[in-house]
């Protein structure tokens, strides 16, 4: 099982991303993906994730993202996507995507314990 995670960068305040999660290895048919990040000194921190679902996927996003991140999934691609828009300095983390057995395709939860599997990290800074 492998999750690559891809698409970080600096960018200035106001700016976009779109970081990218491709997974394969899978023998599990359903599983959630999510979006954790780690700011230097900081304890790790769910930002969003999305349901097995292969139409109209289940979306859950932290407080502190929503309306300006958005989370989508191309099956065929096995890639989930993370849209950032608007970032701000407070974004500078280190983005992680994990991936753990959906038991109901209509929901997530960024909890880390519910992830099994994680990718390696992408670096988004936010320049002032």
């Known amino acids: 099982v492998q999750l690559q995670a891809s698409g970080g960068g600096l960018v200035q305040s106001g700016g976009s991303l779109r970081l990218s999660c491709a997974a394969s290895?899978?023998?599990?048919?359903?599983?959630?993906i999510g979006w954790f990040r780690q700011a230097p000194g900081k304890e790790r921190e769910g930002v969003s994730c999305?349901?097995?679902?292969?139409?109209?996927?289940?979306?859950y996003y932290a407080d502190s993202v929503k309306d300006r991140f958005t989370i989508s999934r191309d099956t065929a691609k096995n890639t989930v996507y993370l849209q950032m828009e608007g970032l701000k300095p407070e974004d500078t983390s280190v983005y992680y995507c994990?991936?753990?057995?959906?038991?109901?395709?209509?929901?997530?939860?960024?909890?880390?314990?519910?992830?099994?599997?994680w990718g390696q990290g992408t670096q988004v800074t936010v320049s002032s």
């Open positions: 999305i349901g097995s679902s292969s139409r109209n996927a289940y979306t």
């Open positions: 290895g899978f023998t599990e048919e359903h599983y959630s």
């Open positions: 994990a991936a753990g057995v959906s038991y109901d395709p209509n929901f997530c939860v960024v909890i880390e314990y519910s992830y099994a599997y």
